[in-house]
């Protein structure tokens, strides 16, 4: 299925869909059967932080197909982890990062940064502690915005349905006790992150919910709990 979702979007990237499309398909919908490039990103990285090596670059060539930064980052996340590179490594993979995000200017990011500030500026105590409940991100967002009559939940013509950041939608609805929940869940099961097999997998899941909301879509939410169940029910190396 992961191959299946690259050669879908390396054909869309041609300008073509052969299920759907009538006529030219715009540049942006480049998202494989999923349809939203970020989604098809999301999984090609946990499905490609699984596969063989000789495997990975069609992995790669999907994501970047899909100009999919987040699955970019969660797929070189992956691949740092899964090889066990050096610090060195990391340290160019994060200034390549940084250079990347400065000269293109990221204006994505800078949206996902706006709403964040104003999802967190809009708990009041009870909030921080408890949350405003689950579920209710959807229903109170449109409330986030800093000028009625203004679209989006950062003002500028976009309303986030959903956090595009599954750890802070889980603080604004759940607060610290629901987040540090899931937080020590993630310490206690550490070793899925060092797992020889399925390591790569976990990072990027919890890579992709950064910027992204994996745990509420049916899809990615499914593959990320089977990634999730293997890497911390099958015993790490050495144990």
């Known amino acids: 299925t ?14 073509m869909d052969v ?3 009538t ?8 998202s494989g059967t999923l349809g939203n490039a970020n989604f098809v990103g999301a999984y090609l990285a946990v499905i490609g932080a699984l596969v063989s090596w000789w495997l990975i670059p069609l992995f790669l060539l999907g994501i970047l197909a899909a100009k999919s930064l987040t699955g970019v980052v969660a797929l070189g996340a992956a691949m740092l982890v899964r ?20 000269w293109h200017g990221a204006a994505s990011l800078h949206v996902r940064l706006l709403a964040w500030t104003r999802a967190l500026q ?22 986030m915005r800093p000028v009625p009559g203004t679209g989006g939940a950062a003002g500028i013509g976009e309303l986030f349905a959903h956090a595009h950041n599954d750890y802070v939608q ?7 006790i629901g987040l540090g929940v899931v ?18 997998g976990a990072v990027a899941v919890a890579v992709t919910a950064l910027t992204m909301f994996p745990f509420h879509l049916a899809l990615l939410s499914a593959t990320n709990l089977a990634v999730l169940g293997l890497a911390c029910g099958a015993k790490s190396e050495g144990t």
Not at 170 to 176: I, N, R
Not at 183 to 200: D, N, S, T
């Open 19 to 21: 299920l759907w499309a």
């Open 183 to 200: 937080l020590i869940w993630m310490v206690v099961h550490r070793r899925m992150f060092r797992h020889p097999v399925y390591c790569g």
């Open 122 to 143: 809009a708990l009041d105590w009870s909030g921080w502690l408890i949350g405003n409940g689950l579920g209710t991100w959807g229903v109170t967002s449109p409330a």
């Open 2 to 15: 992961g191959l299946w979702q690259v050669a879908y979007v390396v054909q869309q990237a041609f300008g």
């Open 83 to 102: 090889y066990k590179a050096p610090a060195l490594a990391w340290l160019a993979a994060g200034l390549s990062l940084g250079g990347w995000l400065l």
């Open 170 to 176: 889980l603080l604004y609805e759940a607060g610290l």
């Open 23 to 30: 006529g030219d398909l715009h540049a942006m919908f480049r």
